[in-house]
């Protein structure tokens, strides 16, 4: 199975290096020196890993046959896709993979019906489920814990305790002002 664990960013310097946005909880071993990787648009690939570092926070790699900024410049928005075993779990226990997740379905805790995960968008702040609903609308889940109580992968599903508005129109509006105060000043 092939997995994207990075896309290209700008090139950092002169000799080739770049910058990537990392798309794996493993970039150790995922984007490791003399890691091989495929790429999409597939022209640009297969790409080896030559070396990485850590520069103000962000990992900047070097790929054999890439020597000057013009090369690193033209690998700019490639996804860097990775072979990895279908059968492979993270190594923490509440720790997925998004092709684990895809097609899951989303029950609330009471056991209501809310759709299927779609997508898994990742965002700076949070991962977030695309889930479509069954009558063809999206509703996005923040894939935090407080939101997704249970992953369950035998019985392909995940279970969510939504804060009121998330997947309806029923949202509590929190007033700190006194109810009484509020219909004397309508009156």
């Known amino acids: 199975m ?3 664990v990075a896309r290209v960013g700008r090139a950092h310097g002169i000799k080739g290096e770049v910058t990537v946005e990392v798309r ?3 970039p150790e071993i995922r984007l490791a020196p003399g890691a091989v990787l495929a790429t999409d648009p597939a022209s640009t690939g297969p790409l080896t ?3 990485g570092r850590v520069h103000s926070g962000r990992l900047l790699l070097r790929f054999e046959g890439v020597r000057d ?3 690193a410049e033209a690998l700019r928005n490639t996804l860097l896709i990775a072979d990895v075993d279908p059968d492979e779990k993270p190594d923490a226990p509440d720790e997925y993979y998004d092709h684990q997740l895809m097609d899951l379905d989303v029950v609330t805790k009471e056991g209501d019906e809310v759709g299927r995960i779609t997508e898994i968008s990742h965002l700076p702040s949070q991962d977030l489920f695309v889930v479509e609903r069954p009558d063809g609308t999206e509703v996005m ?3 935090v814990e ?3 109580i249970e992953i369950d992968l035998d019985e392909q599903r995940a279970v969510i305790d939504p804060p009121p508005g998330l997947i309806d129109d029923r949202a509590e509006i929190a007033s700190t002002r006194d109810p009484a105060e509020e219909a ?3 009156a």
Do not use: M
């Open 24 to 26: 794996t909880d493993e």
């Open 141 to 143: 889940i923040p894939f």
């Open 184 to 186: 004397e000043e309508e």
């Open 49 to 51: 890993i030559e070396t």
């Open 69 to 71: 900024r013009n090369a």
């Open 146 to 148: 407080e939101i997704v």
């Open 2 to 4: 092939q997995l994207v």
